[in-house]
């Protein structure tokens, strides 16, 4: 089914805000990635069509912005935050917490299509170091295995009860 037949009435309301269709481009992608699991070519090109505009304007967007997947992702993307601050409070013993546990390397997604895992810098929440966001929720102070070992509980928690489980957390725009 169509992006417009699954979500006509959101994409409605959020094309509403705005006086030009393209200026709702970034709330229109995020659904279409929520919707397809990643921003393919030819979902690149069905959001082109709703807005009236180039698909050309729109892959630019796509490839610019780096919560925007144009490759395959995992329902969960964990985004471990290794700038310098969450580096002194432990963020690579994060980085290989998450790595053994999860069975992945960094850029990698799990077997099960649950979890993807990414190196990103500062989130701007360093009192919290080290700190990783999961889609858009950001959880901090996991500095041992035993928390990272809750936090993928109730992540796996959370998307067995399909509990506002956003890739590309669109809860914001709405
Ligand atoms: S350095 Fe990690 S949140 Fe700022």
Same mark, same amino acid.
């Given at each position: 089914m ?6 006509g009435?959101?994409?409605?309301a ?6 030009? %269709? ?8 995020y659904?279409?990635q929520?919707h ?19 698909p ?6 796509v490839?610019f ?6 490759d %395959? ?8 935050c290794d700038?310098?601050?969450c580096?002194?409070?432990?963020a690579e013993?994060?980085v290989?917490?998450?790595e053994?546990?999860?069975g992945?390397k960094s850029?990698e ?11 990103? %810098? ?7 170091a ?6 858009l929720?950001?959880y901090?102070e ?21 509990d506002?489980i956003s890739?590309s957390g669109? %809860?914001?725009?709405?």
């Amino acid at each position: 089914m169509s992006l417009r037949q699954t979500h006509g009435a959101e994409i409605d309301a959020i094309l509403a805000r705005y006086p030009h %269709k393209r200026s709702a481009i970034l709330a229109v992608l995020y659904i279409s990635q929520d919707h397809y699991g990643q921003l393919t070519d030819a979902a690149i090109r069905e959001v082109a069509e709703i807005l009236d505009t180039n698909p050309t304007d729109v892959f630019e967007v796509v490839g610019f912005y780096t919560l925007l997947y144009d490759d %395959k992702v995992g329902k969960v993307v964990l985004q471990v935050c290794d700038d310098v601050p969450c580096a002194f409070c432990g963020a690579e013993e994060l980085v290989g917490t998450l790595e053994s546990k999860l069975g992945i390397k960094s850029e990698e997604t799990t077997a099960d299509g649950l979890f993807t895992l990414q190196r990103v %810098k500062c989130l701007a929440a360093c009192n919290r170091a080290p700190l990783l966001q999961a889609n858009l929720d950001y959880y901090g102070e996991l500095n041992t295995p035993e928390k990272v070992d809750e936090l993928l509980t109730l992540l796996r928690t959370r998307i067995a009860n399909n509990d506002n489980i956003s890739i590309s957390g669109r %809860k914001a725009f709405l």
